[in-house]
């Protein structure tokens, strides 16, 4: 014989409350009477302030009058003054002005996705007058990358010694790069580079 579900629905329906209700029932009785307790004030512990009595101010000696500085004499010719500035002006030598810093105008940022990388890179020559005195050190260069890989400008940020920043610049330009991208496209940008001398143990 077929059951029809749909006539056994209401049945299952009216079952399951029957079941729920007698669990709860059996939960309430069966559950521990719940009994809350007085509410007790927490005791604070008492806190006890001292005073403290400051300590009597020792005698301060008064500061040692200072020396005043003789004040100017009046000279009775101006020849005497005019002898005195030139002794004193003698044997000055005049300073040029120095070269004002470089700038980093030059180092503008190119959006781009992925730098630059070295493809093949040129280690710079050791100059002699540096291997006798011991130099050791890195350049840092600014390089600009064109599209195609190429080192098209090489400049000094940071200096080390001059023959030592003409050989960083001489490998520099030689060195290759995977050219930096923007969305896939290869772009020219700046990049700083810098270039290791250190001698052998």
Request: aromatic letters at 8%; proline letters at 9%.
């Given at each position: 014989?077929?059951?029809?579900?749909k006539?056994?629905?209401?049945?299952?329906?009216?079952?399951?409350i029957?079941?729920?209700?007698?669990?709860?029932?059996v939960?309430f009785?069966?559950a521990p009477?719940f009994?809350?307790?007085p509410?007790?004030?927490m005791?604070?512990?008492?806190i006890?302030?001292?005073?403290?009595?400051a300590k009597?101010?020792?005698?301060?000696?008064?500061p040692?009058?200072?020396?005043r500085p003789?004040?100017?004499v009046e000279?009775?010719?101006?020849?005497e003054v005019?002898?005195e500035?030139?002794?004193?002006?003698?044997g000055?030598?005049?300073?040029?002005?120095?070269?004002?810093?470089p700038?980093?105008?030059h180092?503008?940022?190119i959006?781009?996705?992925t730098?630059?990388?070295?493809?093949d890179?040129?280690?710079?020559?050791?100059?002699?007058?540096?291997?006798?005195?011991?130099?050791?050190g890195s350049?840092?260069?600014?390089?600009?990358v064109d599209?195609?890989?190429?080192?098209?400008?090489a400049l000094?940020?940071?200096?080390?010694e001059?023959?030592m920043d003409?050989a960083?610049?001489?490998a520099?330009r030689?060195?290759t790069?995977y050219?930096?991208?923007?969305?896939d496209?290869?772009v020219?940008?700046w990049?700083?580079?810098?270039v290791?001398?250190?001698?052998k143990?």
């Amino acid at each position: 014989m077929r059951l029809d579900l749909k006539e056994l629905y209401p049945y299952y329906i009216r079952l399951g409350i029957v079941f729920a209700l007698l669990f709860h029932v059996v939960v309430f009785i069966g559950a521990p009477a719940f009994t809350p307790k007085p509410y007790e004030h927490m005791r604070t512990t008492e806190i006890a302030i001292e005073e403290v009595k400051a300590k009597e101010i020792e005698d301060i000696k008064e500061p040692e009058e200072i020396a005043r500085p003789s004040l100017p004499v009046e000279t009775e010719a101006e020849e005497e003054v005019e002898v005195e500035t030139i002794e004193k002006t003698v044997g000055l030598e005049t300073v040029e002005k120095l070269p004002p810093p470089p700038t980093l105008d030059h180092f503008v940022f190119i959006p781009h996705d992925t730098p630059p990388k070295v493809k093949d890179r040129i280690l710079p020559v050791y100059p002699e007058i540096a291997k006798k005195a011991g130099i050791e050190g890195s350049v840092l260069l600014h390089l600009f990358v064109d599209e195609n890989g190429k080192v098209i400008k090489a400049l000094v940020a940071t200096s080390l010694e001059s023959s030592m920043d003409e050989a960083a610049l001489e490998a520099a330009r030689k060195t290759t790069f995977y050219p930096a991208l923007q969305r896939d496209k290869p772009v020219g940008v700046w990049v700083a580079y810098p270039v290791r001398f250190r001698l052998k143990d």
